[in-house]
Nanobody
């Protein structure tokens, strides 16, 4: 069973930065498209960034501010978030993309104050 463990969230002011990490177990990591999802309060979970060997995708709302990367040797995917805005507040999860696994990690909370 794949396990996903997210970390790195926190409370930052507008314009600040955070780096999220996701450690994944299982050997599917190196062949899967991995993504970061965000669930804002009262909203549905959305895919904000995804990465595989063929390329990278960003949602328009984070393009130019977020950078996704991965280290297959460490089974880890990262999300560098710069120029954070209050609307970036939410719980961030990693999972396969664009069709996630049924099992999710606990997520990591990101709160951006104005």
């Amino acid at each position: 069973q794949v396990q996903l463990v997210e970390s790195g969230g926190g409370l930052v002011q507008r314009g600040g930065s955070l780096r999220l990490s996701c450690a994944a177990s299982g050997n599917i990591f190196s062949i899967a498209v991995m993504g970061w999802y965000r669930q804002a309060p009262g909203k549905q979970r959305e895919l904000v960034a995804a990465i595989n060997s063929g390329g990278i995708h960003y949602a328009d709302s984070v393009k130019g501010r977020f950078t996704i990367s991965r280290d297959n040797a460490k089974n880890t995917v990262y999300l560098q978030m710069n120029s954070l805005k209050p609307e970036d507040t939410g719980v961030y999860y990693c999972n396969k993309a664009p069709v996630p696994l049924s099992s999710w990690g606990q997520g990591t909370q990101v709160t951006v104050s104005s």
